[in-house]
């Protein structure tokens, strides 16, 4: 079973930036499709950003657009979140997840593999 795990959290001030990426334990062709999503203390996840694998096309929430990049290493296993310009609405729990099959989107119902999650913190 492939393994996700996160890092590249942190605080931050409005206006800044951070990088959150992905690792994954294992190379698998299963894998379609890999995503960050977030949530907020008393709201509901919300897909960030997805990529897919082989054709590098992505998928971004309206919230992000513009202002985060979703990328992969495929050497590394790993796909990284480059978030600029953050604000405070920004701030939540980060999780990387995984989808096997030819799905590409921000629907949480597809993917089956889960990171941890990483806290990124936007202070005003």
């Known amino acids: 079973q492939v393994q996700l795990v996160e890092s590249g959290g942190g605080s931050v001030q409005a206006g800044g930036s951070l990088t959150l990426s992905c690792e994954a334990s294992t190379y698998t062709r299963s894998i379609g499709c890999m995503g960050w999503f977030r949530q907020a203390p008393g709201k509901e996840r919300e897909g960030v950003a997805s990529?897919?694998?082989?054709?590098?096309?992505?998928r971004y929430a309206d919230s992000v657009k513009g202002r985060f990049t979703i990328s992969q290493d495929n050497a590394k296993n790993t796909v990284a979140l480059q978030m600029n310009n953050l604000k405070p609405e920004d701030t939540a729990m980060y999780y990387c997840?995984?989808?096997?099959?030819?799905?590409?989107?921000?629907?949480?119902?597809?993917?089956?593999?889960w990171g941890q999650g990483t806290q990124v913190t936007v202070s005003s």
């Open positions: 990529i897919y694998m082989n054709t590098h096309l992505t």
């Open positions: 997840a995984a989808a096997t099959g030819s799905y590409l989107g921000l629907d949480a119902d597809y993917f089956g593999i």
